[in-house]
């Protein structure tokens, strides 16, 4: 077959909802394109817990701390996941992980950003993991069977994340005064960001239309964001707490909530290094990496050690 007759071979066959597997034919743009996908999904998880550690030794409770914890623990999880899922696409975990301590590889923003406060605690995961529900869900239905089916488990138990963050947010909303403004003022250091997240407009998105065709992605970036928005909005109201967004209307006309405009340049220069966090994270997981490389040497060596020692057994049972 020709090129052309593979690539309309596997067109209809998205077309038609079929899944694409790790030895199926694909077009190396849309192996590239998901190795960018799920890598970067893989680092935000990574790269995600590191807000959140920083509060686990000064959690409030004992409860909230092992909540925390196994919260924590859920992130690592569905980073080793998706690092896997990425694997069947032919590129090592090795290299993902030199990319991302390199600067190449991008992870979400919003994980540049710190947590000052317990009440950002409970942001993050009303409305970090609330939006990464939004955007993961539909990857459910992703085209590519790996990716699709490691995302069931992340978004159960992402789900998990927000109503604990929500939990967090509501017993400060109606405890003290106190408590209620650190509720507030963590809701207005995330809001923005958290919209943002969903990524650049339709027309200013260069990955979006195309991962849409292949059925990698199944809505766009403002499809899903005000999505988002419609969802969260109530729960900020029966919180009691008020959206920091002058502009915030319900449109009658469209059955949507209107926003004020984003600050773009704010998320691109987040994304391009200049976050108040940006370094620091990449310090950590750098730091982390290193440290972890005898384990890493231990487990080849072990490894190759019981290889040789399987061939020695076979070839003496022959």
Same mark, same amino acid.
């Given at each position: ?33 998901? %190795? ?7 680092? !935000? +998880? ?92 539909p990857l459910c239905r992703c085209s590519y069977g790996p990716?699709a089916r490691a995302m069931v488990r992340v978004c159960k138990? +992402? ?16 405890? !003290? ?33 195309? !991962? ?7 809505? !766009?970036?403002? +499809? ?70 005898? %384990? ?23």
């Amino acid at each position: 077959m020709t090129s052309a007759t593979e690539e309309a071979r596997f067109q209809a066959h998205i077309d038609a909802e079929g899944k694409i597997e790790p030895k199926d034919w694909m077009p190396e743009a849309y192996r590239k394109s998901l %190795v960018r996908q799920i890598s970067q999904h893989a680092h !935000s +998880e990574y790269v995600g817990m590191l807000p959140e550690s920083n509060w686990l030794r000064r959690a409030p409770t004992l409860r909230r701390k092992a909540a925390l914890m196994a919260k924590i623990q859920d992130e690592a999880g569905h980073g080793l996941y998706l690092y896997s899922a990425a694997e069947t696409l032919g590129t090592s975990r090795d290299e993902m992980y030199r990319d991302l301590l390199s600067g190449k590889a991008k992870y979400s923003s919003i994980f540049n950003y710190p947590t000052l406060t317990w009440a950002d605690i409970g942001a993050v995961g009303w409305l970090v993991d609330g939006a990464a529900i939004t955007n993961q869900v539909p990857l459910c239905r992703c085209s590519y069977g790996p990716y699709a089916r490691a995302m069931v488990r992340v978004c159960k138990e +992402e789900s998990f994340h927000q109503r604990q963050g929500f939990q967090i947010m509501l017993g400060m909303a109606h405890g !003290s005064p106190q408590q209620k403004a650190m509720a507030q003022d963590a809701l207005n250091r995330w809001w923005w960001p958290s919209i943002a997240m969903f990524g650049p407009p339709d027309g200013e998105s260069k990955h979006s239309a195309q !991962s849409m065709a292949w059925k990698i992605k199944r809505h !766009s970036n403002d +499809e899903l964001r005000q999505r988002f928005i419609d969802m969260t909005i109530p729960q900020a109201d029966f919180l009691g707490l008020r959206i920091p967004d002058d502009d915030l209307k319900f449109n009658e006309e469209t059955g949507h909530y209107d926003i004020g405009p984003i600050d773009w340049d704010d998320f691109w220069a987040v994304v391009n290094g200049e976050g108040q966090c940006n370094t620091d994270r990449l310090a950590a997981r750098q730091k982390a990496h290193d440290e972890g490389a005898w %384990v890493r040497e231990a487990a080849t060596a072990y490894a190759a050690k019981r290889a040789a020692r399987k061939a020695a057994e076979r070839i003496a049972a022959e």
